[in-house]
């Protein structure tokens, strides 16, 4: 089956960003800090006319690297019904290549546990120890120089 990843709005990521990481909760707990900042972008994969999977990338410096032009990952969620069909792989792709067009040298994020060998099957390596984030759990750095 065919899915296409475009650019979308800051506003349109936040109904998958709810069913996928913050079911139950609050709405507004979808909304991240500098969604709307001019250097972010956010993407989404279709199937026909049906938003399926986001990935919100934002210009995000980590004490933890020394690159001076990082930017963030936030937000990757497919929706469950599409999981496992190569979706998330094309939004990293498809922002891999943003970045690229950028200059942007590094790429890093939090990582949820359950996703950490999807990242690193993506060519993502883990960074430092393990830390939990309240009410969603354990977590790593992870990231690729690009
Ligand atoms: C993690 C997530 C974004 C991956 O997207 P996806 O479209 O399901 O992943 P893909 O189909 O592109 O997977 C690519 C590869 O990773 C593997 N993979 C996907 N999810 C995995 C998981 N949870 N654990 C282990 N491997 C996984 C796939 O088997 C596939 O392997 P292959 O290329 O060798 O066949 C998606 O499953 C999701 O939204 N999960 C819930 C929310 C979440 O955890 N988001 C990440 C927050 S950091």
Not at 11 to 20: D, K, L, N, S
Not at 33 to 46: M, P, V, Y
Not at 64 to 79: E, N, P
Request: with cysteine.
């Amino acid at each position: 089956m065919a899915y296409v990843v475009k650019q979308i709005t800051a506003a349109e990521t936040i109904p998958v960003r709810h069913q996928v990481l913050r079911q139950g909760k609050p709405i507004e707990s979808c909304v991240f800090q500098n969604d709307e900042d001019s250097q972010t972008f956010h993407l989404g994969a279709f199937h026909k006319d049906e938003l399926i999977g986001v990935a919100t990338y934002l210009k995000s410096k980590s004490s933890h690297f020394s690159q001076q032009y990082q930017y963030q990952l936030r937000g990757m969620a497919v929706l469950k019904h599409y999981q496992g069909k190569q979706i998330g792989k094309q939004l990293l792709q498809f922002g891999e290549e943003k970045l690229a067009l950028l200059k942007a040298s590094l790429l890093w994020f939090n990582a949820r546990e359950n996703a950490w060998s999807f990242y690193e099957r993506n060519g993502y390596s883990k960074f430092g120890e393990e830390f939990m984030i309240p009410d969603i759990g354990k977590h790593l750095v992870m990231y690729k120089q690009l």
